[in-house]
């Protein structure tokens, strides 16, 4: 497809960049869930938290992880408005939303297609910071699905250590994972980035009889950017680098931007599900 072209200055041509936040993670959620719903122009908005969480997927069950362990060691417990798994947050760890309201020329009506768009994204970027990365093929990850292992079984509940199409690996180890919420009006795809992946960290807090094993699969599968390139912990290379990668590819420009009073009014009203006391 073509890159758009603009010839008048309107600022619906530029990607708005939301200022980068390290806060807490029920926030993020709401506000992700916000941008499904009123963005109007198409954004990306990074971000991080300094508290430990586990974001299950909205239709997760909560004994997936060990909620008493939870409760004692002071990690949060919510679920997001994407599918998907269990997603670990912590200062480790950074989120990425590219928001796409319908009609612009990035919209992909397809799921699979706007994963795809995502995931080509993130192997020109790590590319460029040489790292050689791949995107998983569809047929990688139904074959996952279809045909699990010991280790396929024990890491069911943890979505950084399953495959889904497109998602981005070094070798058999997933380092960029994706989710989406989609609505008729918007959509946003969500990447997950670990600098470094607690494998036995995550391990714990699941509901497992096994946690060492569990803890053992999830380090195969699994990679940190810390393990690829210099360590950053604010991962500042990999942002400016999408974000030229994003401008070369779309032909649109970024500009810093707010969030808009809709958009803040509708994380305001978001109502979150957090684990059960």
Known sequence: MPAPTSTNGDES???RRLPTHVGASQRHVALSDALSRAVSTPSIWWHSTTRETLILGAGQN???VDLKRCRDQNVLVLKRRSGGTTVYAGSGVWGLD?????????WRADILEAYRWTGELWVETLKELGVDARMASVAEARSNSSDPDECSSLVSSICFANVSPYEIFVNSRKLVGFAQIRRSSAYVVQSGIHVQFPSARVARLMQ????EALAACV????????ELVPFDPEI???RATFERTLTRRSGRSIALG????AETAQADEAHLSYAPS
């Open 236 to 238: 500042a290379s990999v």
């Open 13 to 15: 041509w530029k990607w």
């Open 219 to 226: 380090q195969n599968r699994v990679i940190g950017l810390a």
């Open 258 to 261: 707010e969030w808009s009073a």
């Open 98 to 106: 590219i928001a796409i309201p319908a009609g612009s020329s990035e």
């Open 208 to 211: 497992t009889s096994d946690p």
């Open 62 to 64: 909560w004994t997936d």
